[in-house]
């Protein structure tokens, strides 16, 4: 078992930046990926960036390239997500998920049934 413990999100303006951060415990070591989704009131679910978590590898969704930066610090068993020029489209709960595979593309990093261990979930509000 994984277990995720969720930090950071509330409000911000259009334009400025937040970061959430998500702290892995247990059986990390089964872990090959990390990232996060984000789901929007009326909406599914939606991959939003992932990285590989003992290799060199990461993935976003077109919608926040260049905006969101995902990173991680192995020694703290913690994945962060880096959010800037926020925009009101962004607005949503964000989960943080763990995953051990098996991904066979960058294009499975994406796909939320890879999945097996989520977070609590945050909200980002962003006003316009």
């Known amino acids: 078992q994984v277990q995720l413990v969720q930090s950071g999100g509330g409000l911000v303006q259009a334009g400025g930046s937040l970061r959430l951060s998500c702290a892995a415990s247990?059986?990390?070591?089964?872990?090959?990926?990390m990232a996060w989704f984000r789901q929007a009131p009326g909406k599914e679910r939606e991959f939003v960036a992932a990285?590989?978590?003992?290799?060199?590898?990461?993935y976003y969704a077109d919608a926040v390239k260049g905006r969101f930066t995902i990173s991680r610090d192995n020694a703290k068993n913690t994945v962060y997500l880096q959010m800037s020029s926020l925009e009101p489209e962004d607005t949503a709960v964000y989960y943080c998920?763990?995953?051990?595979?098996?991904?066979?593309?960058?294009?499975?990093?994406?796909?939320?049934?890879?999945?097996?261990?989520w977070g609590q979930g945050t909200q980002v509000t962003v006003s316009s």
């Open positions: 998920a763990a995953g051990a595979g098996p991904y066979y593309s960058d294009a499975d990093l994406g796909l939320r049934q890879k999945y097996g261990y």
């Open positions: 990285i590989k978590w003992r290799l060199i590898g990461t």
């Open positions: 247990g059986r990390t070591f089964s872990t090959y990926a």
